[in-house]
């Protein structure tokens, strides 16, 4: 018997299905909250988030523009740095 199984038994398949949808739920907005608290992103992933192409962003780090890091062949993209660089542009 799963564990769903013996929590079906216990708490009635209504209660279950409640608890079900309340720890995706939980779950979910815990890992968008994670994802929204990383300083550093790949370039793919900063380009994504921020609506800029991943040649810009490349090409703003080339130039010393925009502060990043390297892992490996990577090359990693300091959030908080382009946010600000997207604000100021945006005034």
């Not at 890992?31 to 810009?56: D, P, Q």
Request: aromatic share 4%; hydrophobic share 40%.
């Amino acid at each position: 018997m799963s564990a769903r199984d013996r929590l079906a038994r216990i708490f009635g398949p209504d209660l279950l299905e409640l608890l079900s949808d309340f720890v995706r739920d939980e779950v979910s907005d815990l890992l968008a909250g994670r994802e929204t608290e990383r300083r550093w992103l790949t370039l793919k992933a900063a380009a994504g988030r921020y609506g800029v192409s991943a040649s810009a962003l490349r090409k703003r780090a080339a130039r010393g523009a925009l502060p990043h890091s390297r892992l490996g062949r990577r090359l990693l993209i300091d959030t908080r740095a382009l946010e600000r660089e997207l604000e100021r542009q945006r005034r």
